[in-house]
């Protein structure tokens, strides 16, 4: 009909005098587990709104906190169909995926401040670490901190004798199994978005988590205790679908980078502050008892969890492992 050859001839002229990138955005789907007050969720809304600002309004990242979109493992899944293009998962987390060295960072003890962290994400081996994702058709961008992490229970940890025979939920990691056997606990792997629940019902008797999560998933409303024992560290691997990423024109492409360089800046910025926040809140809470080790405490931990290093040095690789004792000293 004459009415849809004009519709038809409309579009056509609307195509061809609307330049490509102004019909629509570039959609970027940003899928993460943690909830939007917590760093990662911060610095996820951040890179959405530096990357929109950059580009004019070119790219839209979309971002679904709190495990909204997939949990743990789909949305790993799901980045390399390419049904997300972009995540920020734990590096406690790329064991599945068949890029273990990661687990370096859950190694007990191994950083023992964000000073000491930095200067192996920040420096040569975490870049060597990041390039080893690509075979997996994954890019990886940045390293987001979160921050040093404390057991809970319901029962208060004091000295490791404490520990025996609990359950304990952990990320999918090997080096975190290890830890938790190191302690005569239980491991037991688990998607983050179950943890409340598992922890309410008493599927776990405990868990370990950088502050932040805990507070932020309520975790303190079904632990009676939490001892401040900063025996790990937990951070995020900013990653993206490869193809996507190589498939951008250019000049959004570095944008990107730009906006992503703000957000990891910002990221590594507000970490500590959060969990500081998130500790205070937990206290004023008055649901956890919260308890702070002792230096021999400490130290008695610490002793029990070294032999996990030895055990756990060939899924680390000796070489990266190497080089990750002398940055750090
Ligand atoms: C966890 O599963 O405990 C954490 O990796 C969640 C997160 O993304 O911080």
Redesign the pocket.
């Known amino acids: 009909t004459r009415r849809r050859a004009l519709a038809l001839a409309s579009a056509v002229t609307l195509t061809l005098s609307t330049p490509v990138w102004a019909q629509a955005p570039i959609v970027i789907k940003f899928s ?3 909830a939007q007050d ?1 760093p ?1 969720g911060k610095a996820a809304d951040f890179f959405a709104k530096r990357a929109a600002e950059l580009t004019k309004g070119r790219v839209k990242v979309e971002v679904y906190a709190n495990s909204a979109l997939y949990k ?1 493992k789909e949305e790993m899944e799901a980045l390399q169909l390419g049904a997300v293009q972009m995540l ?3 590096l ?2 790329f064991g599945p995926l068949g890029v273990k060295e990661f687990e370096l960072f859950d190694l007990p003890f191994i950083f023992d401040d964000y000073n000491e962290l930095h200067k192996v994400t920040q420096g040569p081996v975490g870049k060597a670490l990041l390039a080893k994702l690509e075979p997996k058709g994954i890019k990886g961008l940045a390293y987001w901190d ?1 921050g040093f992490k404390s057991f809970s229970a319901n029962t208060p940890l004091r000295s490791v004798a404490d520990y025996k025979g609990k359950k304990f ?3 999918s990691s090997k080096v975190l199994e290890e830890q938790v056997r190191a302690l005569g606990g239980i491991p037991q792997v ?3 978005s179950e ?1 409340y629940q598992a922890l309410q019902t008493g599927v776990v008797d405990g ?4 502050i ?2 805990f507070y932020t998933q309520k975790m303190h409303e079904v632990q009676k205790h939490l001892s401040l024992t900063n025996h790990g560290y ?1 951070g ?1 691997a900013v990653i993206v679908n490869k193809k996507f990423w190589d498939g951008l024109p250019a000049d959004i492409r570095s944008e990107l980078e730009q906006a992503m360089k703000e957000a990891t800046d910002y990221a590594n910025r507000i970490a500590k502050e959060e969990n500081d926040k998130a500790l205070e809140a937990v206290k004023a809470s008055g649901k956890t008892t919260v308890y702070t080790p002792t230096a021999q405490e400490r130290l008695a931990l610490k002793k029990a969890l070294a032999p996990v290093h030895l055990k756990m040095a060939d899924r680390a690789g000796k070489d990266t492992l190497q080089s990750v004792y002398q940055v750090t000293g």
């Open positions: 993460h587990v943690v917590t990662k743990d920020a998962p734990s406690a987390k979160n939920r952990i990320q688990m998607a983050f943890v868990t370990e988590n950088p932040s999560n937990l995020y």
